[in-house]
Every structure is written in structure tokens, then in C-alpha cells.
């Protein structure tokens, strides 16, 4: 038996309870005795914080379930015996979970909602504005949900969208976003004056890491100036490196569109003499798009991936190996992988901030070409395949469709309930708000753990050996 305490309470009053955890098994005849688990609280804020006199409405959807409890939390897995678990310091945190709740803060009538989305185009984006517009209009019947075009910059430079229902009745079967997106823009006294001049009280911003350090921004100034508006989010990162979810949006779409690729590129090879496939896939610091894709397709023979280095002469003479074995060679890259190699090259920064990469697809193919001219004294066939904007225009698979769905329509119910600064993500197999402060947090790195399960499965799937050096493990 173990006793576990929880520090939090309803929107931000701290207070410590205990629960008995009873019946657990071990194959130790020997109890332990109780023992504490720390649990991280990871508190929302609420409009009631800087407005406590807010009005309170009955809410008028047509809910045929229970509602969820407004302070109503679920906490993480919680590991037992687990020497991993103390290895690698994992903590238990306890979220808000999402839903609707059966009293509201905003009056439906009084509601001017507005959707923006920001960044890379990912498969889902315009699943997640139809699901947000219909939830706001047909479940909640609010006055008015306004689109605002190509990212931040939208909100004061063109004109916005009437997102009614013939607008958005069809949107769900095209890929991209039917807002336009872009990086940048972020201007918050032009931001909130155009906020503020179309009386809007509900935000919902669809993007990454820096998109939601934007709205956060907005959030923090609505509630310096009081204001009674609620800022929300839906993480989008086709890379799937966002803090805390269990899986962004999209990213199944753009695994299995990648395996489509992976499996042409493999003809390509195979059908030239001793030939090379390269396939280049999204991941600027992380390789989950890679390694899934991997995995799935069970047909390529070297992975690379941005948490681990490695070293050209040990990758080609493998390579060498391979194609001697089976007459071709097909390998995956991320993106981001072989920073290393690219040591004192600046190609400057985009609009978000980011560092502009250099080709790696490329660099392979050349180094490949020259390796085999030099070492074997005979050229190869290389086949280079980049099929990055392919992958994330395209619509949303149906598993994708349904999680979109369930984003769109559980970040509504947050907001109407009254929180703000949160984004909404799915986390343990349950839908949750989480803090936009502490998703955004530059100590919250997600990356693929190279001494993971997953990830020696991969190894396991191509057989390629450790070549690659370690670089970064998560932290969670």
C-alpha cells in the first residue's frame, strides 16, 4: 500500500490531499513499507483569478453523459518497482481533464470567438477549425466565430474570415488550412487593439512551441488589463516534439504518407544497379517522423536521426555492406540529422526564428557518390527523394480525423468554461488542459531516447549497427 499526496486545488488555491493505493503487486513477499509519490500539480488559470464576480450560466448543450467536475484532474502513470522510473527521475503530474462542465462563464450570445492558425502546414489543420467552429455554433450557439488569415499577422493586416457553417461544412476533406498560415507577425499592442475593436472573448490559436508562446503573451496581457477573455490552444507539430501530449495531431497522416514514399524509393533502388534510396522526412531536432516511418515500412536499412551523430566512413562502408548483401541500399534521414557535419555553417533564421538547415538529403547524396568513386573505384546509382511538402498538405487519415475532432471540441468546452492560457492536448489516453507556460518552457525538450524500447526496435528492424553516437536523451 502506498499513500500518495496532491498538491493543487480548484484554480489555484493549494491545498494537499491523500489517497490510499491498495492491492498492488509484486512478486517481493516482503511489504514495502508506504511510501509517497510526488505528484507535479499543473494548474490552468481561470478568468475567476483577476474577475472573481463572473457571472455563472447553465450549460446549454445537449449532454447525454456526466459532466466533468470543474475541478476534476487526472494524474500520470504511475510507475511501481520501476528501477527505469527512478533512473530517469519520472514524474507523476496531476492535469485538469477536459470536457464539458455544467456551468459556463460566458453568456452563448455574448460570445465573438476567433481561430488562427500559425507556422507549417500539418495534415488535421482544418479538422480542428471545423470542430472548434461547429462546437462554438451548433453546440454552444454563439453570435459570432471569425477566421483570421495567414497567422498573427492576419489579425491586423487583412481582412477576417466569417467562419459560419456553410463556410466550414466541407473544409474537413481538404488538406492544409483553409485560413492560410504563416511564421511571424507576432505584434501584441496591434494584436489587442484588433482583439479589443471586434469585442472578441475567445481565442483559439492552432500551432507550435513559438505559436503558443505567442498566445501566451496574449493571455498574460488580457489578464494585466483584466479583460475578460479566454486564450486557448490545440498543439500542432507535425514533428511531434511538443511538451506533454502523447501525440500531436497529424503526425499519423504524415507516418503513413511517408511509408508510401519509403516504399517508392525502394523500387528506385532496387531497380538500379547497386543503387542508394534516400528519403528525407520532417524533424528538425527529433526524429519521430523517421523512426515511425521506419517501422512501419520494414524495408529500409539505415535510419538517421537528429539525437544521434554519426560518422560518414562508418556509414558508407555499412552501406557497402548492404548493397553487396541484397545489390541496394535504402535510407531514411531526418531533416535535422548530421548537425555535426554542418559545424560553422549559418544559413540564417526564418520568420519563426528557427535556424534555416542545411540540405542533409543532399550532402548524403554527394558524399555517397564520392565515397563509392573513391573507395570502390566505380560509381553508384543514388535516388533522392524530399517529399516534405507532400506529406503535410494532405488531408487528415480517419484515426487523425477523430482526434481533431476531440481537440476542437474539448479546448470549446475549456474555454467556455472559464480557463484560459491553456492548450489542450491528449495525455495518458485522456483529454486534458495544459498550461501554456509550462508547455512552452525551454526546459521541456522532447526527443527520441536513444536507449529507449522503440527505439531499439528500429535498430532491430533495419539492422543497422550503433554507428551513431549519442547525443540527448528526453527527460521524460
Not at 460566458?106 to 481561430?115: E, R
Not at 484588433?194 to 498566445?215: C, F, P, S
Not at 531533416?335 to 549559418?346: R, S
Amino acid at each position: 500500500m502506498g499513500s500518495m499526496h496532491l498538491r493543487g486545488g480548484h484554480y489555484g488555491q493549494e491545498t494537499t490531499h491523500a489517497i490510499k493505493i491498495s492491492n498492488i503487486w509484486s512478486t517481493d513477499a516482503t511489504p514495502d513499507p508506504p511510501s509517497e509519490i510526488s505528484v507535479v500539480p499543473m494548474r490552468v488559470d481561470h478568468l475567476t483569478h483577476w474577475l472573481p464576480d463572473m457571472q455563472k450560466y447553465r450549460n446549454p448543450c445537449d449532454h447525454k453523459g456526466s459532466w466533468v467536475g470543474e475541478d476534476e484532474s487526472v494524474i500520470d502513470v504511475i510507475y511501481v518497482n520501476s528501477p527505469r522510473a527512478v533512473a530517469k527521475k519520472l514524474k507523476s503530474r496531476q492535469w485538469l481533464r477536459a470536457g464539458p462542465q455544467e456551468f459556463i462563464y460566458f453568456n452563448p450570445p455574448q460570445v465573438n470567438a476567433a481561430i488562427v492558425t500559425c507556422g507549417g502546414l500539418c495534415p488535421g489543420l482544418n479538422n480542428v477549425i471545423a470542430a472548434i467552429a461547429d462546437s462554438l455554433l451548433s453546440r454552444y450557439k454563439v453570435n459570432k466565430v471569425w477566421g483570421i488569415q495567414f497567422g498573427y499577422k492576419g489579425f491586423y493586416s487583412l481582412p477576417w474570415i466569417d467562419l459560419n457553417h456553410e463556410k466550414i461544412s466541407k473544409i474537413h476533406q481538404r488538406g492544409g488550412t483553409i485560413l492560410g498560415s504563416s511564421r511571424g507577425g507576432h505584434d501584441l499592442d496591434k494584436i489587442m487593439t484588433a482583439l479589443l475593436d471586434n469585442n472578441i472573448n475567445q481565442l483559439y490559436v492552432i500551432g507550435g512551441d513559438g505559436t503558443h508562446k505567442g498566445a501566451n503573451l496574449i493571455s498574460q496581457e488580457a489578464a494585466r488589463r483584466k479583460i475578460p477573455m479566454a486564450v486557448c490552444g490545440v498543439p500542432k507539430t507535425i514533428d511531434n516534439d511538443v511538451a506533454f501530449i502523447d501525440k500531436s495531431f497529424g503526425f499519423d497522416t504524415a507516418v503513413g504518407e511517408a511509408v508510401k514514399v519509403i516504399n517508392c524509393a525502394l523500387i528506385e533502388a532496387d531497380d538500379s544497379h547497386e543503387g542508394i534510396g534516400i528519403v528525407k522526412l520532417m524533424g528538425r531536432e527529433c526524429g519521430f517522423i523517421a523512426m515511425y516511418a521506419t517501422l512501419a515500412s520494414n524495408n529500409v536499412d539505415i535510419c538517421l536521426i537528429p539525437e544521434e551523430s554519426f560518422e560518414l566512413e562508418k556509414l558508407w562502408e555499412y552501406t557497402a555492406k548492404v548493397i553487396e548483401k541484397q545489390g541496394h541500399c535504402l535510407i531514411v534521414v531526418a531533416e535535422g540529422a548530421g548537425a555535426e557535419h554542418f559545424e560553422g555553417v549559418d544559413l540564417g533564421k526564418d520568420p519563426s526564428g528557427n535556424k534555416v538547415l542545411p540540405d542533409i538529403g543532399v550532402f548524403l547524396k554527394e558524399k555517397a557518390r564520392g565515397w563509392f568513386k573513391e573507395e570502390r573505384g566505380r560509381p553508384t546509382e543514388v535516388r533522392y527523394i524530399d517529399p516534405s511538402y507532400q506529406i503535410r498538405s494532405v488531408p487528415a487519415s480517419p484515426s487523425d480525423s477523430v482526434y481533431c475532432s476531440a481537440l476542437g471540441t474539448s479546448v470549446v468546452h475549456g474555454a467556455m468554461a472559464g480557463n484560459t492560457g491553456f492548450s489542450c492536448g491528449h495525455r495518458n489516453n485522456r483529454y486534458v488542459y495544459i498550461p501554456i507556460e509550462d508547455m512552452c518552457d525551454p526546459k521541456q525538450h522532447v526527443r527520441v531516447d536513444t536507449s529507449s524500447r522503440i527505439y531499439n526496435r528500429m535498430i532491430g528492424h533495419t539492422g543497422q549497427p550503433r554507428f551513431h553516437t549519442p547525443r540527448m536523451h528526453s527527460e521524460d
